[in-house]
Nanobody
Framework: QVQLVESGGGLVQAGGSLRLSCAASGRIFSINAMGWYRQAPGKPRELVAAITSGGNADYAESVKSRFTVSRDNAKNTVILQMNSLKIEDTAVYYC????????????????WGQGTQVTVSS
């Protein structure tokens, strides 16, 4: 009922920047938290950054001061601006959202995007 579509991944040199976007569509009344996770080969998926509907953001310690997460509630979109990229940022980045499907819903439903590859080279 809800689809999350990521875009903006690619290959960039260390020190460069990349902007990821994720747009949610489908049966959506509102979205609580939206965020980005990443998974490198052989590693567990980890939280990169998340933001609440009120604008409060959390970041992984490794990306603080380099990444910025923002959202457009009207467009059901979350953005991850990545600056000063490092080789260790290389991973598949996944969008995640807690969705309230209707005004009658009590709880939220969690959804994942299919992921977008980010590769940082030297």
């Amino acid at each position: 009922q809800v689809q999350l579509v990521e875009s903006g991944g690619g290959l960039v040199q260390a020190g460069g920047s990349l902007r990821l976007s994720c747009a949610a569509s489908g049966r959506i009344f509102s979205i609580n938290a939206m965020g980005w996770y990443r998974q490198a080969p052989g590693k567990p998926r980890e939280l990169v950054a998340a933001i609440t509907s009120g604008g409060n953001a959390d970041y992984a310690e490794s990306v603080k001061s380099r990444f910025t997460v923002s959202r457009d509630n009207a467009k059901n979109t979350v953005i991850l601006q990545m600056n000063s990229l490092k080789i260790e940022d290389t991973a598949v980045y996944y969008c995640n959202a807690d969705v309230r499907p209707s005004s009658f819903s009590i709880g939220v439903e969690n959804y994942w995007g299919q992921g977008t590859q980010v590769t940082v080279s030297s």
